[in-house]
């Protein structure tokens, strides 16, 4: 009888252990040598004066995009013997304005490719300089959504034009004066269209020239000074959603997935796998959850094994949209209890 009354206690201590526990949580969140403008200059342009941007959403600032681009080019901006190079240009927020910026668009040619060419595009916004003129200090580089080249149909100097279209997550700025830093990505010049200096909208265009250790207005490069031609967007229809994991564990193991971002995420697929410890069922689970809303909608899938032993859990999420996410934590499996998960 005495033996029966220790078991019972026993059985009740560990049903203790496990409800203090199992409350434990574990979270995770989620880069030919230049040819001188001067040469290309005013000569045989055939650019189309009905040529206008692409507007995928809110147009947020002109720098140019909607007139027909006139004077030539400025240096190229890709990669040139293993340095970077790249151009840069001021925009203004106006006061008490907050924007959310997630598409850029400018007119180039390529010197010596069709257009197409470009594999993927480098941006950062930079601060303004508030003791003299030209960009002050980065503040951001963007995240990479999709890029593309689209043939325009007009021509300069024989070659090409080129409407680049490049969507990036959201970069939120408010009011002030702010710089674009921006390159192309692939080995060959890519020259971007300018205005001359009768038509500069602020600053005249800045190079930031890693390869000839140059940092400075474009006026020794290009010729005179001048002002980038491109337009920043914003189009709610591209922003992407962005996850947080929970793990939890109890009657098994319990992955909530979160999403924080600001668009909606489509065939949320969650994987909750396990290492370690001697499982006899359940060591590893996928499941497809056909949506999660932006801006606080959750998805959870729960794996319960059997087992013993020290585990290490780990979870993955992919969607539609591309975005991924991963979270790991630790605990203890006692038949098809998870206990202290962290």
């Not at 971007?192 to 250790?213: A, K, M, P, R, S």
């Not at 564990?249 to 909530?256: D, L, N, R, Y």
């Not at 038949?335 to 202290?340: C, D, K, R, T």
Request: one cysteine or more.
């Amino acid at each position: 009888m005495k033996k029966n009354n220790i078991l019972k206690g026993a059985g009740v201590l560990l049903i203790a252990v496990v409800m203090v526990l199992s409350s434990t949580v574990a979270m995770a969140n989620t880069i030919k040598d230049s040819t001188p403008l001067m040469s290309l200059e005013g000569k045989e342009n055939n650019m189309n004066p009905n040529t206008r941007s692409t507007n995928r959403g809110d147009l947020l600032w002109d720098n140019g995009m909607t007139n027909d681009p006139e004077g030539a080019w400025s240096n190229f901006d890709v990669q040139y013997g293993g340095a970077n190079r790249s151009l840069m240009d001021d925009f203004v927020i106006p006061p008490g304005e907050e924007w959310r910026i997630n598409e850029l668009q400018f007119y180039s040619v390529w010197y010596g490719e069709e257009p197409g060419h470009g594999t993927d595009f480098v941006l950062s916004f930079w601060s303004d300089n508030s003791s003299g003129p030209g960009p002050g200090e980065p503040l951001v580089t963007a995240k990479t959504i999709s890029y593309e080249e689209e043939k325009t149909g007009d021509v300069m100097l024989s070659r090409n034009v080129s409407l680049h279209t490049y969507q990036f997550n959201s970069v939120v700025l408010t009011e002030g004066t702010y710089w674009i830093e921006g390159r192309t990505v692939g080995m060959d010049n890519n020259f971007w269209f300018v205005n001359n200096v009768t038509n500069i909208t602020g600053q005249e265009c800045w190079l930031n020239w890693e390869y000839d250790g140059y940092f400075g207005n474009g006026t020794n490069y290009i010729g005179y000074p001048a002002d980038l031609i491109f337009a920043l967007y914003y189009d709610e229809t591209i922003e992407p959603p962005e996850f947080e994991i929970n793990i939890t564990g109890g009657i098994g193991v319990t992955a909530t997935v979160t999403n924080i971002g600001d668009g909606d995420a489509g065939n949320v697929n969650v994987t909750i796998s396990l290492d370690g410890g001697l499982i006899l069922f359940g060591r590893e689970k996928s499941e497809i959850i056909s949506s999660i809303a932006a801006s606080g909608g959750i998805g959870e899938v729960k794996l319960i094994p059997i087992g013993i032993g020290k585990l290490t859990i780990n979870v993955t999420v992919t969607c539609d949209e591309g975005v991924e996410a991963e979270a790991t934590a630790s605990g203890f499996l006692l038949l098809f209890l998870v206990l202290g998960v962290s």
